[in-house]
């Protein structure tokens, strides 16, 4: 195995699964492709690499993967619907109570049905833990931009939520 | 959100602030009730997301097949770089050609043995198990568990303790397929190491030594007709020292 793909396989591809994660909530249901593909192009591109956060790197090539696909995906078919028995099938843990799973799955379909550019801000700020400057540099806006959508995204969040908690509370 | 100071508020709250800032945004919180209730906000939610949002972690059977994507990319690219449009021979006297030139030599040289090939495979199924959800096929320090579960699923029936008292808890087993055989894999945690050990019949054609792969050690035995290969970041005297561990237990 040559030295390149073994520094690519030290440095990006643990992040193989976060990526997937990443994939997974900016769009869903061809997670897997754009995955890959990411991968795929992060390998080839790896040249280019000057260090830094890989991590990083490589979640700014799965968004541009993720909004090719999508601008394919447009002109062709009209989009699934994110229907919400994607995250309700997910098998159930026997040792969480189910009052816990319908909480989880509830929070989980309120973040899902934020807007594309408020989830992806959410998801990287508190699932990845990726500093600002790093959400501007992978999703292409100013420190500003990130600041105003993270804000909008958690009022949304904190919204649908209490609405959907107070839905079901006795 | 009217508080002129909620941007603020919020980035102390996800920690993007220097001392002197968020000294004064501590200040400011004693204060103004609004981006008290806002950060007081921000730190609750992330507590629930930590707690119930969903990471969603790829499979084992798609993790493999990026491996394999990569090597088969790798190939390519090797196998393009002396003859494609590259001018190899012509700049073959030049200091980035005499390193192509080396590399490429290395590649002959270093075409894997059997051992190599199977150390390779090891350390990608290891990586595998840790970066997908199949670590673990089934969960337990109880050998009286995980021994059963190998019966009828693996074609050997490898030797299971727990060795917690000296540093390694079993957490599990799993069946595994490298170099094309199927492998039964003890799981063990030491610290916050894992490590894989997995075993096979003894088919004589590899001989026990040990190795670094890509960062992780590699260390193999036989002992009572099997084949054993343990695979760890943890370092490799810690590798021996459960080798000897299980080589006493089977030859008891």
Redesign the interface.
Known sequence: ??????R???LV??H??AA??LA??LGGRD??DV??DA??RA??AFDGFRGGDAKAWLFTIVRNCHYTALGRRRKTVALPDEGEND?AS?APDPEVSAIDAD??RK??RV?ASLPDEFREALVL???EDM??REIGEITGVPIGTV??R??RA??L??QS?QAQTKETAP | ?TCDR??ET??YA?G?LDAVSALAVEQHLETCAECRALHD??VE??A???????????AAA??E???R???R??GH??RRAPFGSHPFWTGAFGGVAATALA?SLA?FVMLPSAQDQLA?DVEAAH?RSL??DHLIDVASSNHHVVKPWFAGRADISPPVTDYAAQGFTLVGGRLDYVDGRRAAVLVYRHGAHVVNVFVWKDDGSLGARAKDV??YNILSWKAGGLFFCAVSDAEAGELRKLSDLIQKNSSN
């Open positions: 195995m040559d030295e390149r793909r073994r690519f396989e030290q591809l643990p193989l699964g997937y994660n997974r909530w997670a897997e995955a890959q991968i795929l390998f080839r995250i997910d909480r989880a929070l989980n973040i700020r508190e699932m500093s600002y600041m105003s993270l804000s958690r009022a969040l904190r939520w | 959100m909620a941007f919020q980035a996800d993007e906000g921000i939610m992330r629930a997301l930590k707690r119930d949002a969903r990471y969603y972690r790829p798609f993790v097949c990026i491996q994507d990569i090597a990319e790798d690219t090797r590399a590649l390779s990586v970066i997908g890509n960062g």
